[in-house]
């Protein structure tokens, strides 16, 4: 059974930083892309970054310079460093993993940047 587990959201004040983590099983995570998307409230969900299985990586204009993702094979697990953080950035934060045909997705986690 394939399982992802998002952790690390919450409430944070703007310039802050939060570090997310989705660790996955049930699957061979070292051939997958690792996702981060977001979805706000009334908008549409985002994508946010993306690491290839090769640790190629791409971002949102948005969150550019900010954000880092990344991810530890040994770990299986997928990482989204967020500093700098707006209120713009507040949104429920998705994991997902794709081989380019197949995706999975986490439960989500909340982050709210709010002073």
């Known amino acids: 059974q394939v399982q992802l587990v998002e952790s690390g959201g919450g409430l944070v004040q703007p310039g802050g930083s939060l570090r997310l983590s989705c660790a996955t099983s049930g699957i061979s995570f070292r051939f997958y892309t690792g996702n981060w998307y977001r979805q706000a409230p009334g908008k549409q969900r985002e994508l946010v970054a993306s690491i290839g299985s090769g640790r190629s990586t791409n971002y949102a204009d948005s969150v550019k310079g900010r954000f880092t993702i990344s991810r530890d094979n040994a770990k299986s697990t997928v990482y989204l460093q967020m500093s700098s953080l707006k209120p713009d950035d507040t949104a429920v934060y998705y994991c997902?993993?794709?081989?380019?045909?197949?995706?999975?997705w986490g439960q989500g986690t909340q982050v709210t940047v709010s002073s």
């Open positions: 997902s993993v794709d081989d380019g045909g197949r995706a999975y």
